[in-house]
């Protein structure tokens, strides 16, 4: 196979009663797409409804035998199903299908090995995915023997795959020892941005919502930006200026996606840790996308989860110029619909997280001496300042804005109130 070439690849999808028609088919449609944004081509699916998943295969013994004939037809070189597989699961099906055989999970674990590009983040997928693999070494020596690369397969390799399993243990633990060194790091340098008063945003959102675009847009960055799930592993933090002055601190963090791996959650809990920190959330949904109410609802269970609460939340309803047809803004306060792309959306979108902000600050109206140019010019940058105007009477500046409670600057500005 050229290295360049695509993989092929067949679906398989479980029904339970519990799902409806059209929320399995956007289920299998997110399977493809996760497919696609790990170089993979979707030769095929195959499907079937069932009271419950068989505990042997996934699937049942007929449709097994389908899948046999399908994969003889085809040739693919990998069958993905649509659920975590258990190991005797995976095992079975290894025993009756030429190709690889790996579960959602593993897709999702192999693109973020592919996605992440600092240490911290390539250290969090292979602690995941050596998570994942460790109860399912016992019997796959077959399995482990036809891997030679692909989807699947990216991340810690084969050779620790092959390695016994006190070796992973022993390599767990060294990577949660240089975890947690990186994350007293990152604590220590969040407390510095708290030191300085910055005042934090967060962006989050179900993946491929258009939150890098989102963020290159609104603060010049240069984040890698595609129509690929996970386009973004890494959060990367850039200053944001409000048209007030104001310069505040984004982060753009991981995209979430329904039934992401327990040992996903786990491994970016830490990452995520940046959003508790934040002032303000912007929830970015893709309003083009038609179900994007589930992926509203994927992002709150989330965040709840991370026990996130008490944060103020905008909802930035993006790709307004692709909304789909049937959609009607779910949040119907604390709400805008925007396009990444047009300038003026992304001017309102400043002005409305201005107005979040307020809600949460204290105003102040202060008369500044001339003598005071450095505290002056403070409040540009650092609160929002609403009204500024030169007093010839008094030879002061009279200026009223609002400025968050816990900001060093508070203190000082009693001394001027007006």
Do not use: W
């Amino acid at each position: 196979m050229e290295k360049n070439s695509l993989e092929k690849a067949i679906l398989v999808g479980c029904q339970l009663p519990g799902d409806d028609d059209t929320r399995f088919e956007y289920s299998l449609d997110e399977l493809k797409s996760l497919t696609k944004t790990a170089k993979g081509q979707v030769v095929s699916e195959l499907s079937q409804k069932r009271e419950k998943r068989h505990p042997a295969t996934y699937i049942g013994k007929g449709k097994v035998e389908e899948l046999v004939s399908l994969e003889a037809e085809l040739e693919p070189d990998v069958i993905i199903f649509n659920d975590e597989l258990s190991p005797s699961q995976v095992r079975n099906l290894s025993e009756k299908l030429q190709a690889r055989v790996i579960d959602r999970t593993q897709l999702i674990l192999d693109i973020f090995a592919s996605r992440a590009n600092s240490k911290e983040g390539k250290l969090q997928v292979e602690l995941a995915q050596l998570k994942y693999l460790l109860p399912r070494l016992i019997g796959k020596g077959l399995q482990l023997s036809r891997l030679a690369g692909g989807i699947g397969t990216r991340g810690p390799g084969e050779t620790k795959l092959e390695s016994d399993r006190r070796h992973i243990h022993r390599r767990i633990d060294d990577i949660k020892h240089q975890l947690k060194v990186i994350v007293e790091h990152r604590e220590r340098y969040r407390e510095r941005r708290k030191k300085n008063n910055a005042l934090q945003i967060a962006l989050v959102g179900y993946t491929n919502a258009g939150k890098s675009t989102l963020f290159n847009r609104i603060t010049e960055a240069g984040t890698f930006e595609e129509n690929l799930l996970f386009a973004t592993l890494d959060p990367m933090t850039k200053k944001m200026i409000l048209p007030c002055g104001l310069t505040t601190l984004l982060t753009d963090t991981v995209g979430f996606i329904q039934d992401l791996p327990t040992t996903l959650i786990a491994a970016f809990r830490s990452t995520l840790e940046e959003v508790k920190e934040a002032d303000l959330i912007l929830h970015v949904v893709d309003s083009a996308n038609p179900d994007y109410f589930n992926h509203e609802k994927t992002v709150y269970d989330l965040l709840n989860d991370l026990g996130i609460e008490g944060i103020p939340i905008l909802t930035v309803y993006n790709k307004a110029d692709k909304k789909h047809h049937e959609f009607v803004p779910s949040s119907t306060t604390d709400s805008v619909v925007i396009s990444a792309f047009e300038r003026n959306d992304i001017l309102t979108l400043k002005r409305q997280i201005e107005d979040e902000m307020i809600i949460t600050m204290n105003e102040y109206r202060v008369s500044l001496p001339s003598t005071e140019g450095k505290l002056l010019s403070s409040l540009k940058t650092d609160t929002i300042l609403k009204d500024l105007h030169y007093n010839d009477d008094t030879e002061t500046y009279e200026c009223m804005g609002f400025i968050l409670p816990s900001h060093s600057l508070s203190g000082q500005l009693r001394h001027f109130q007006a």
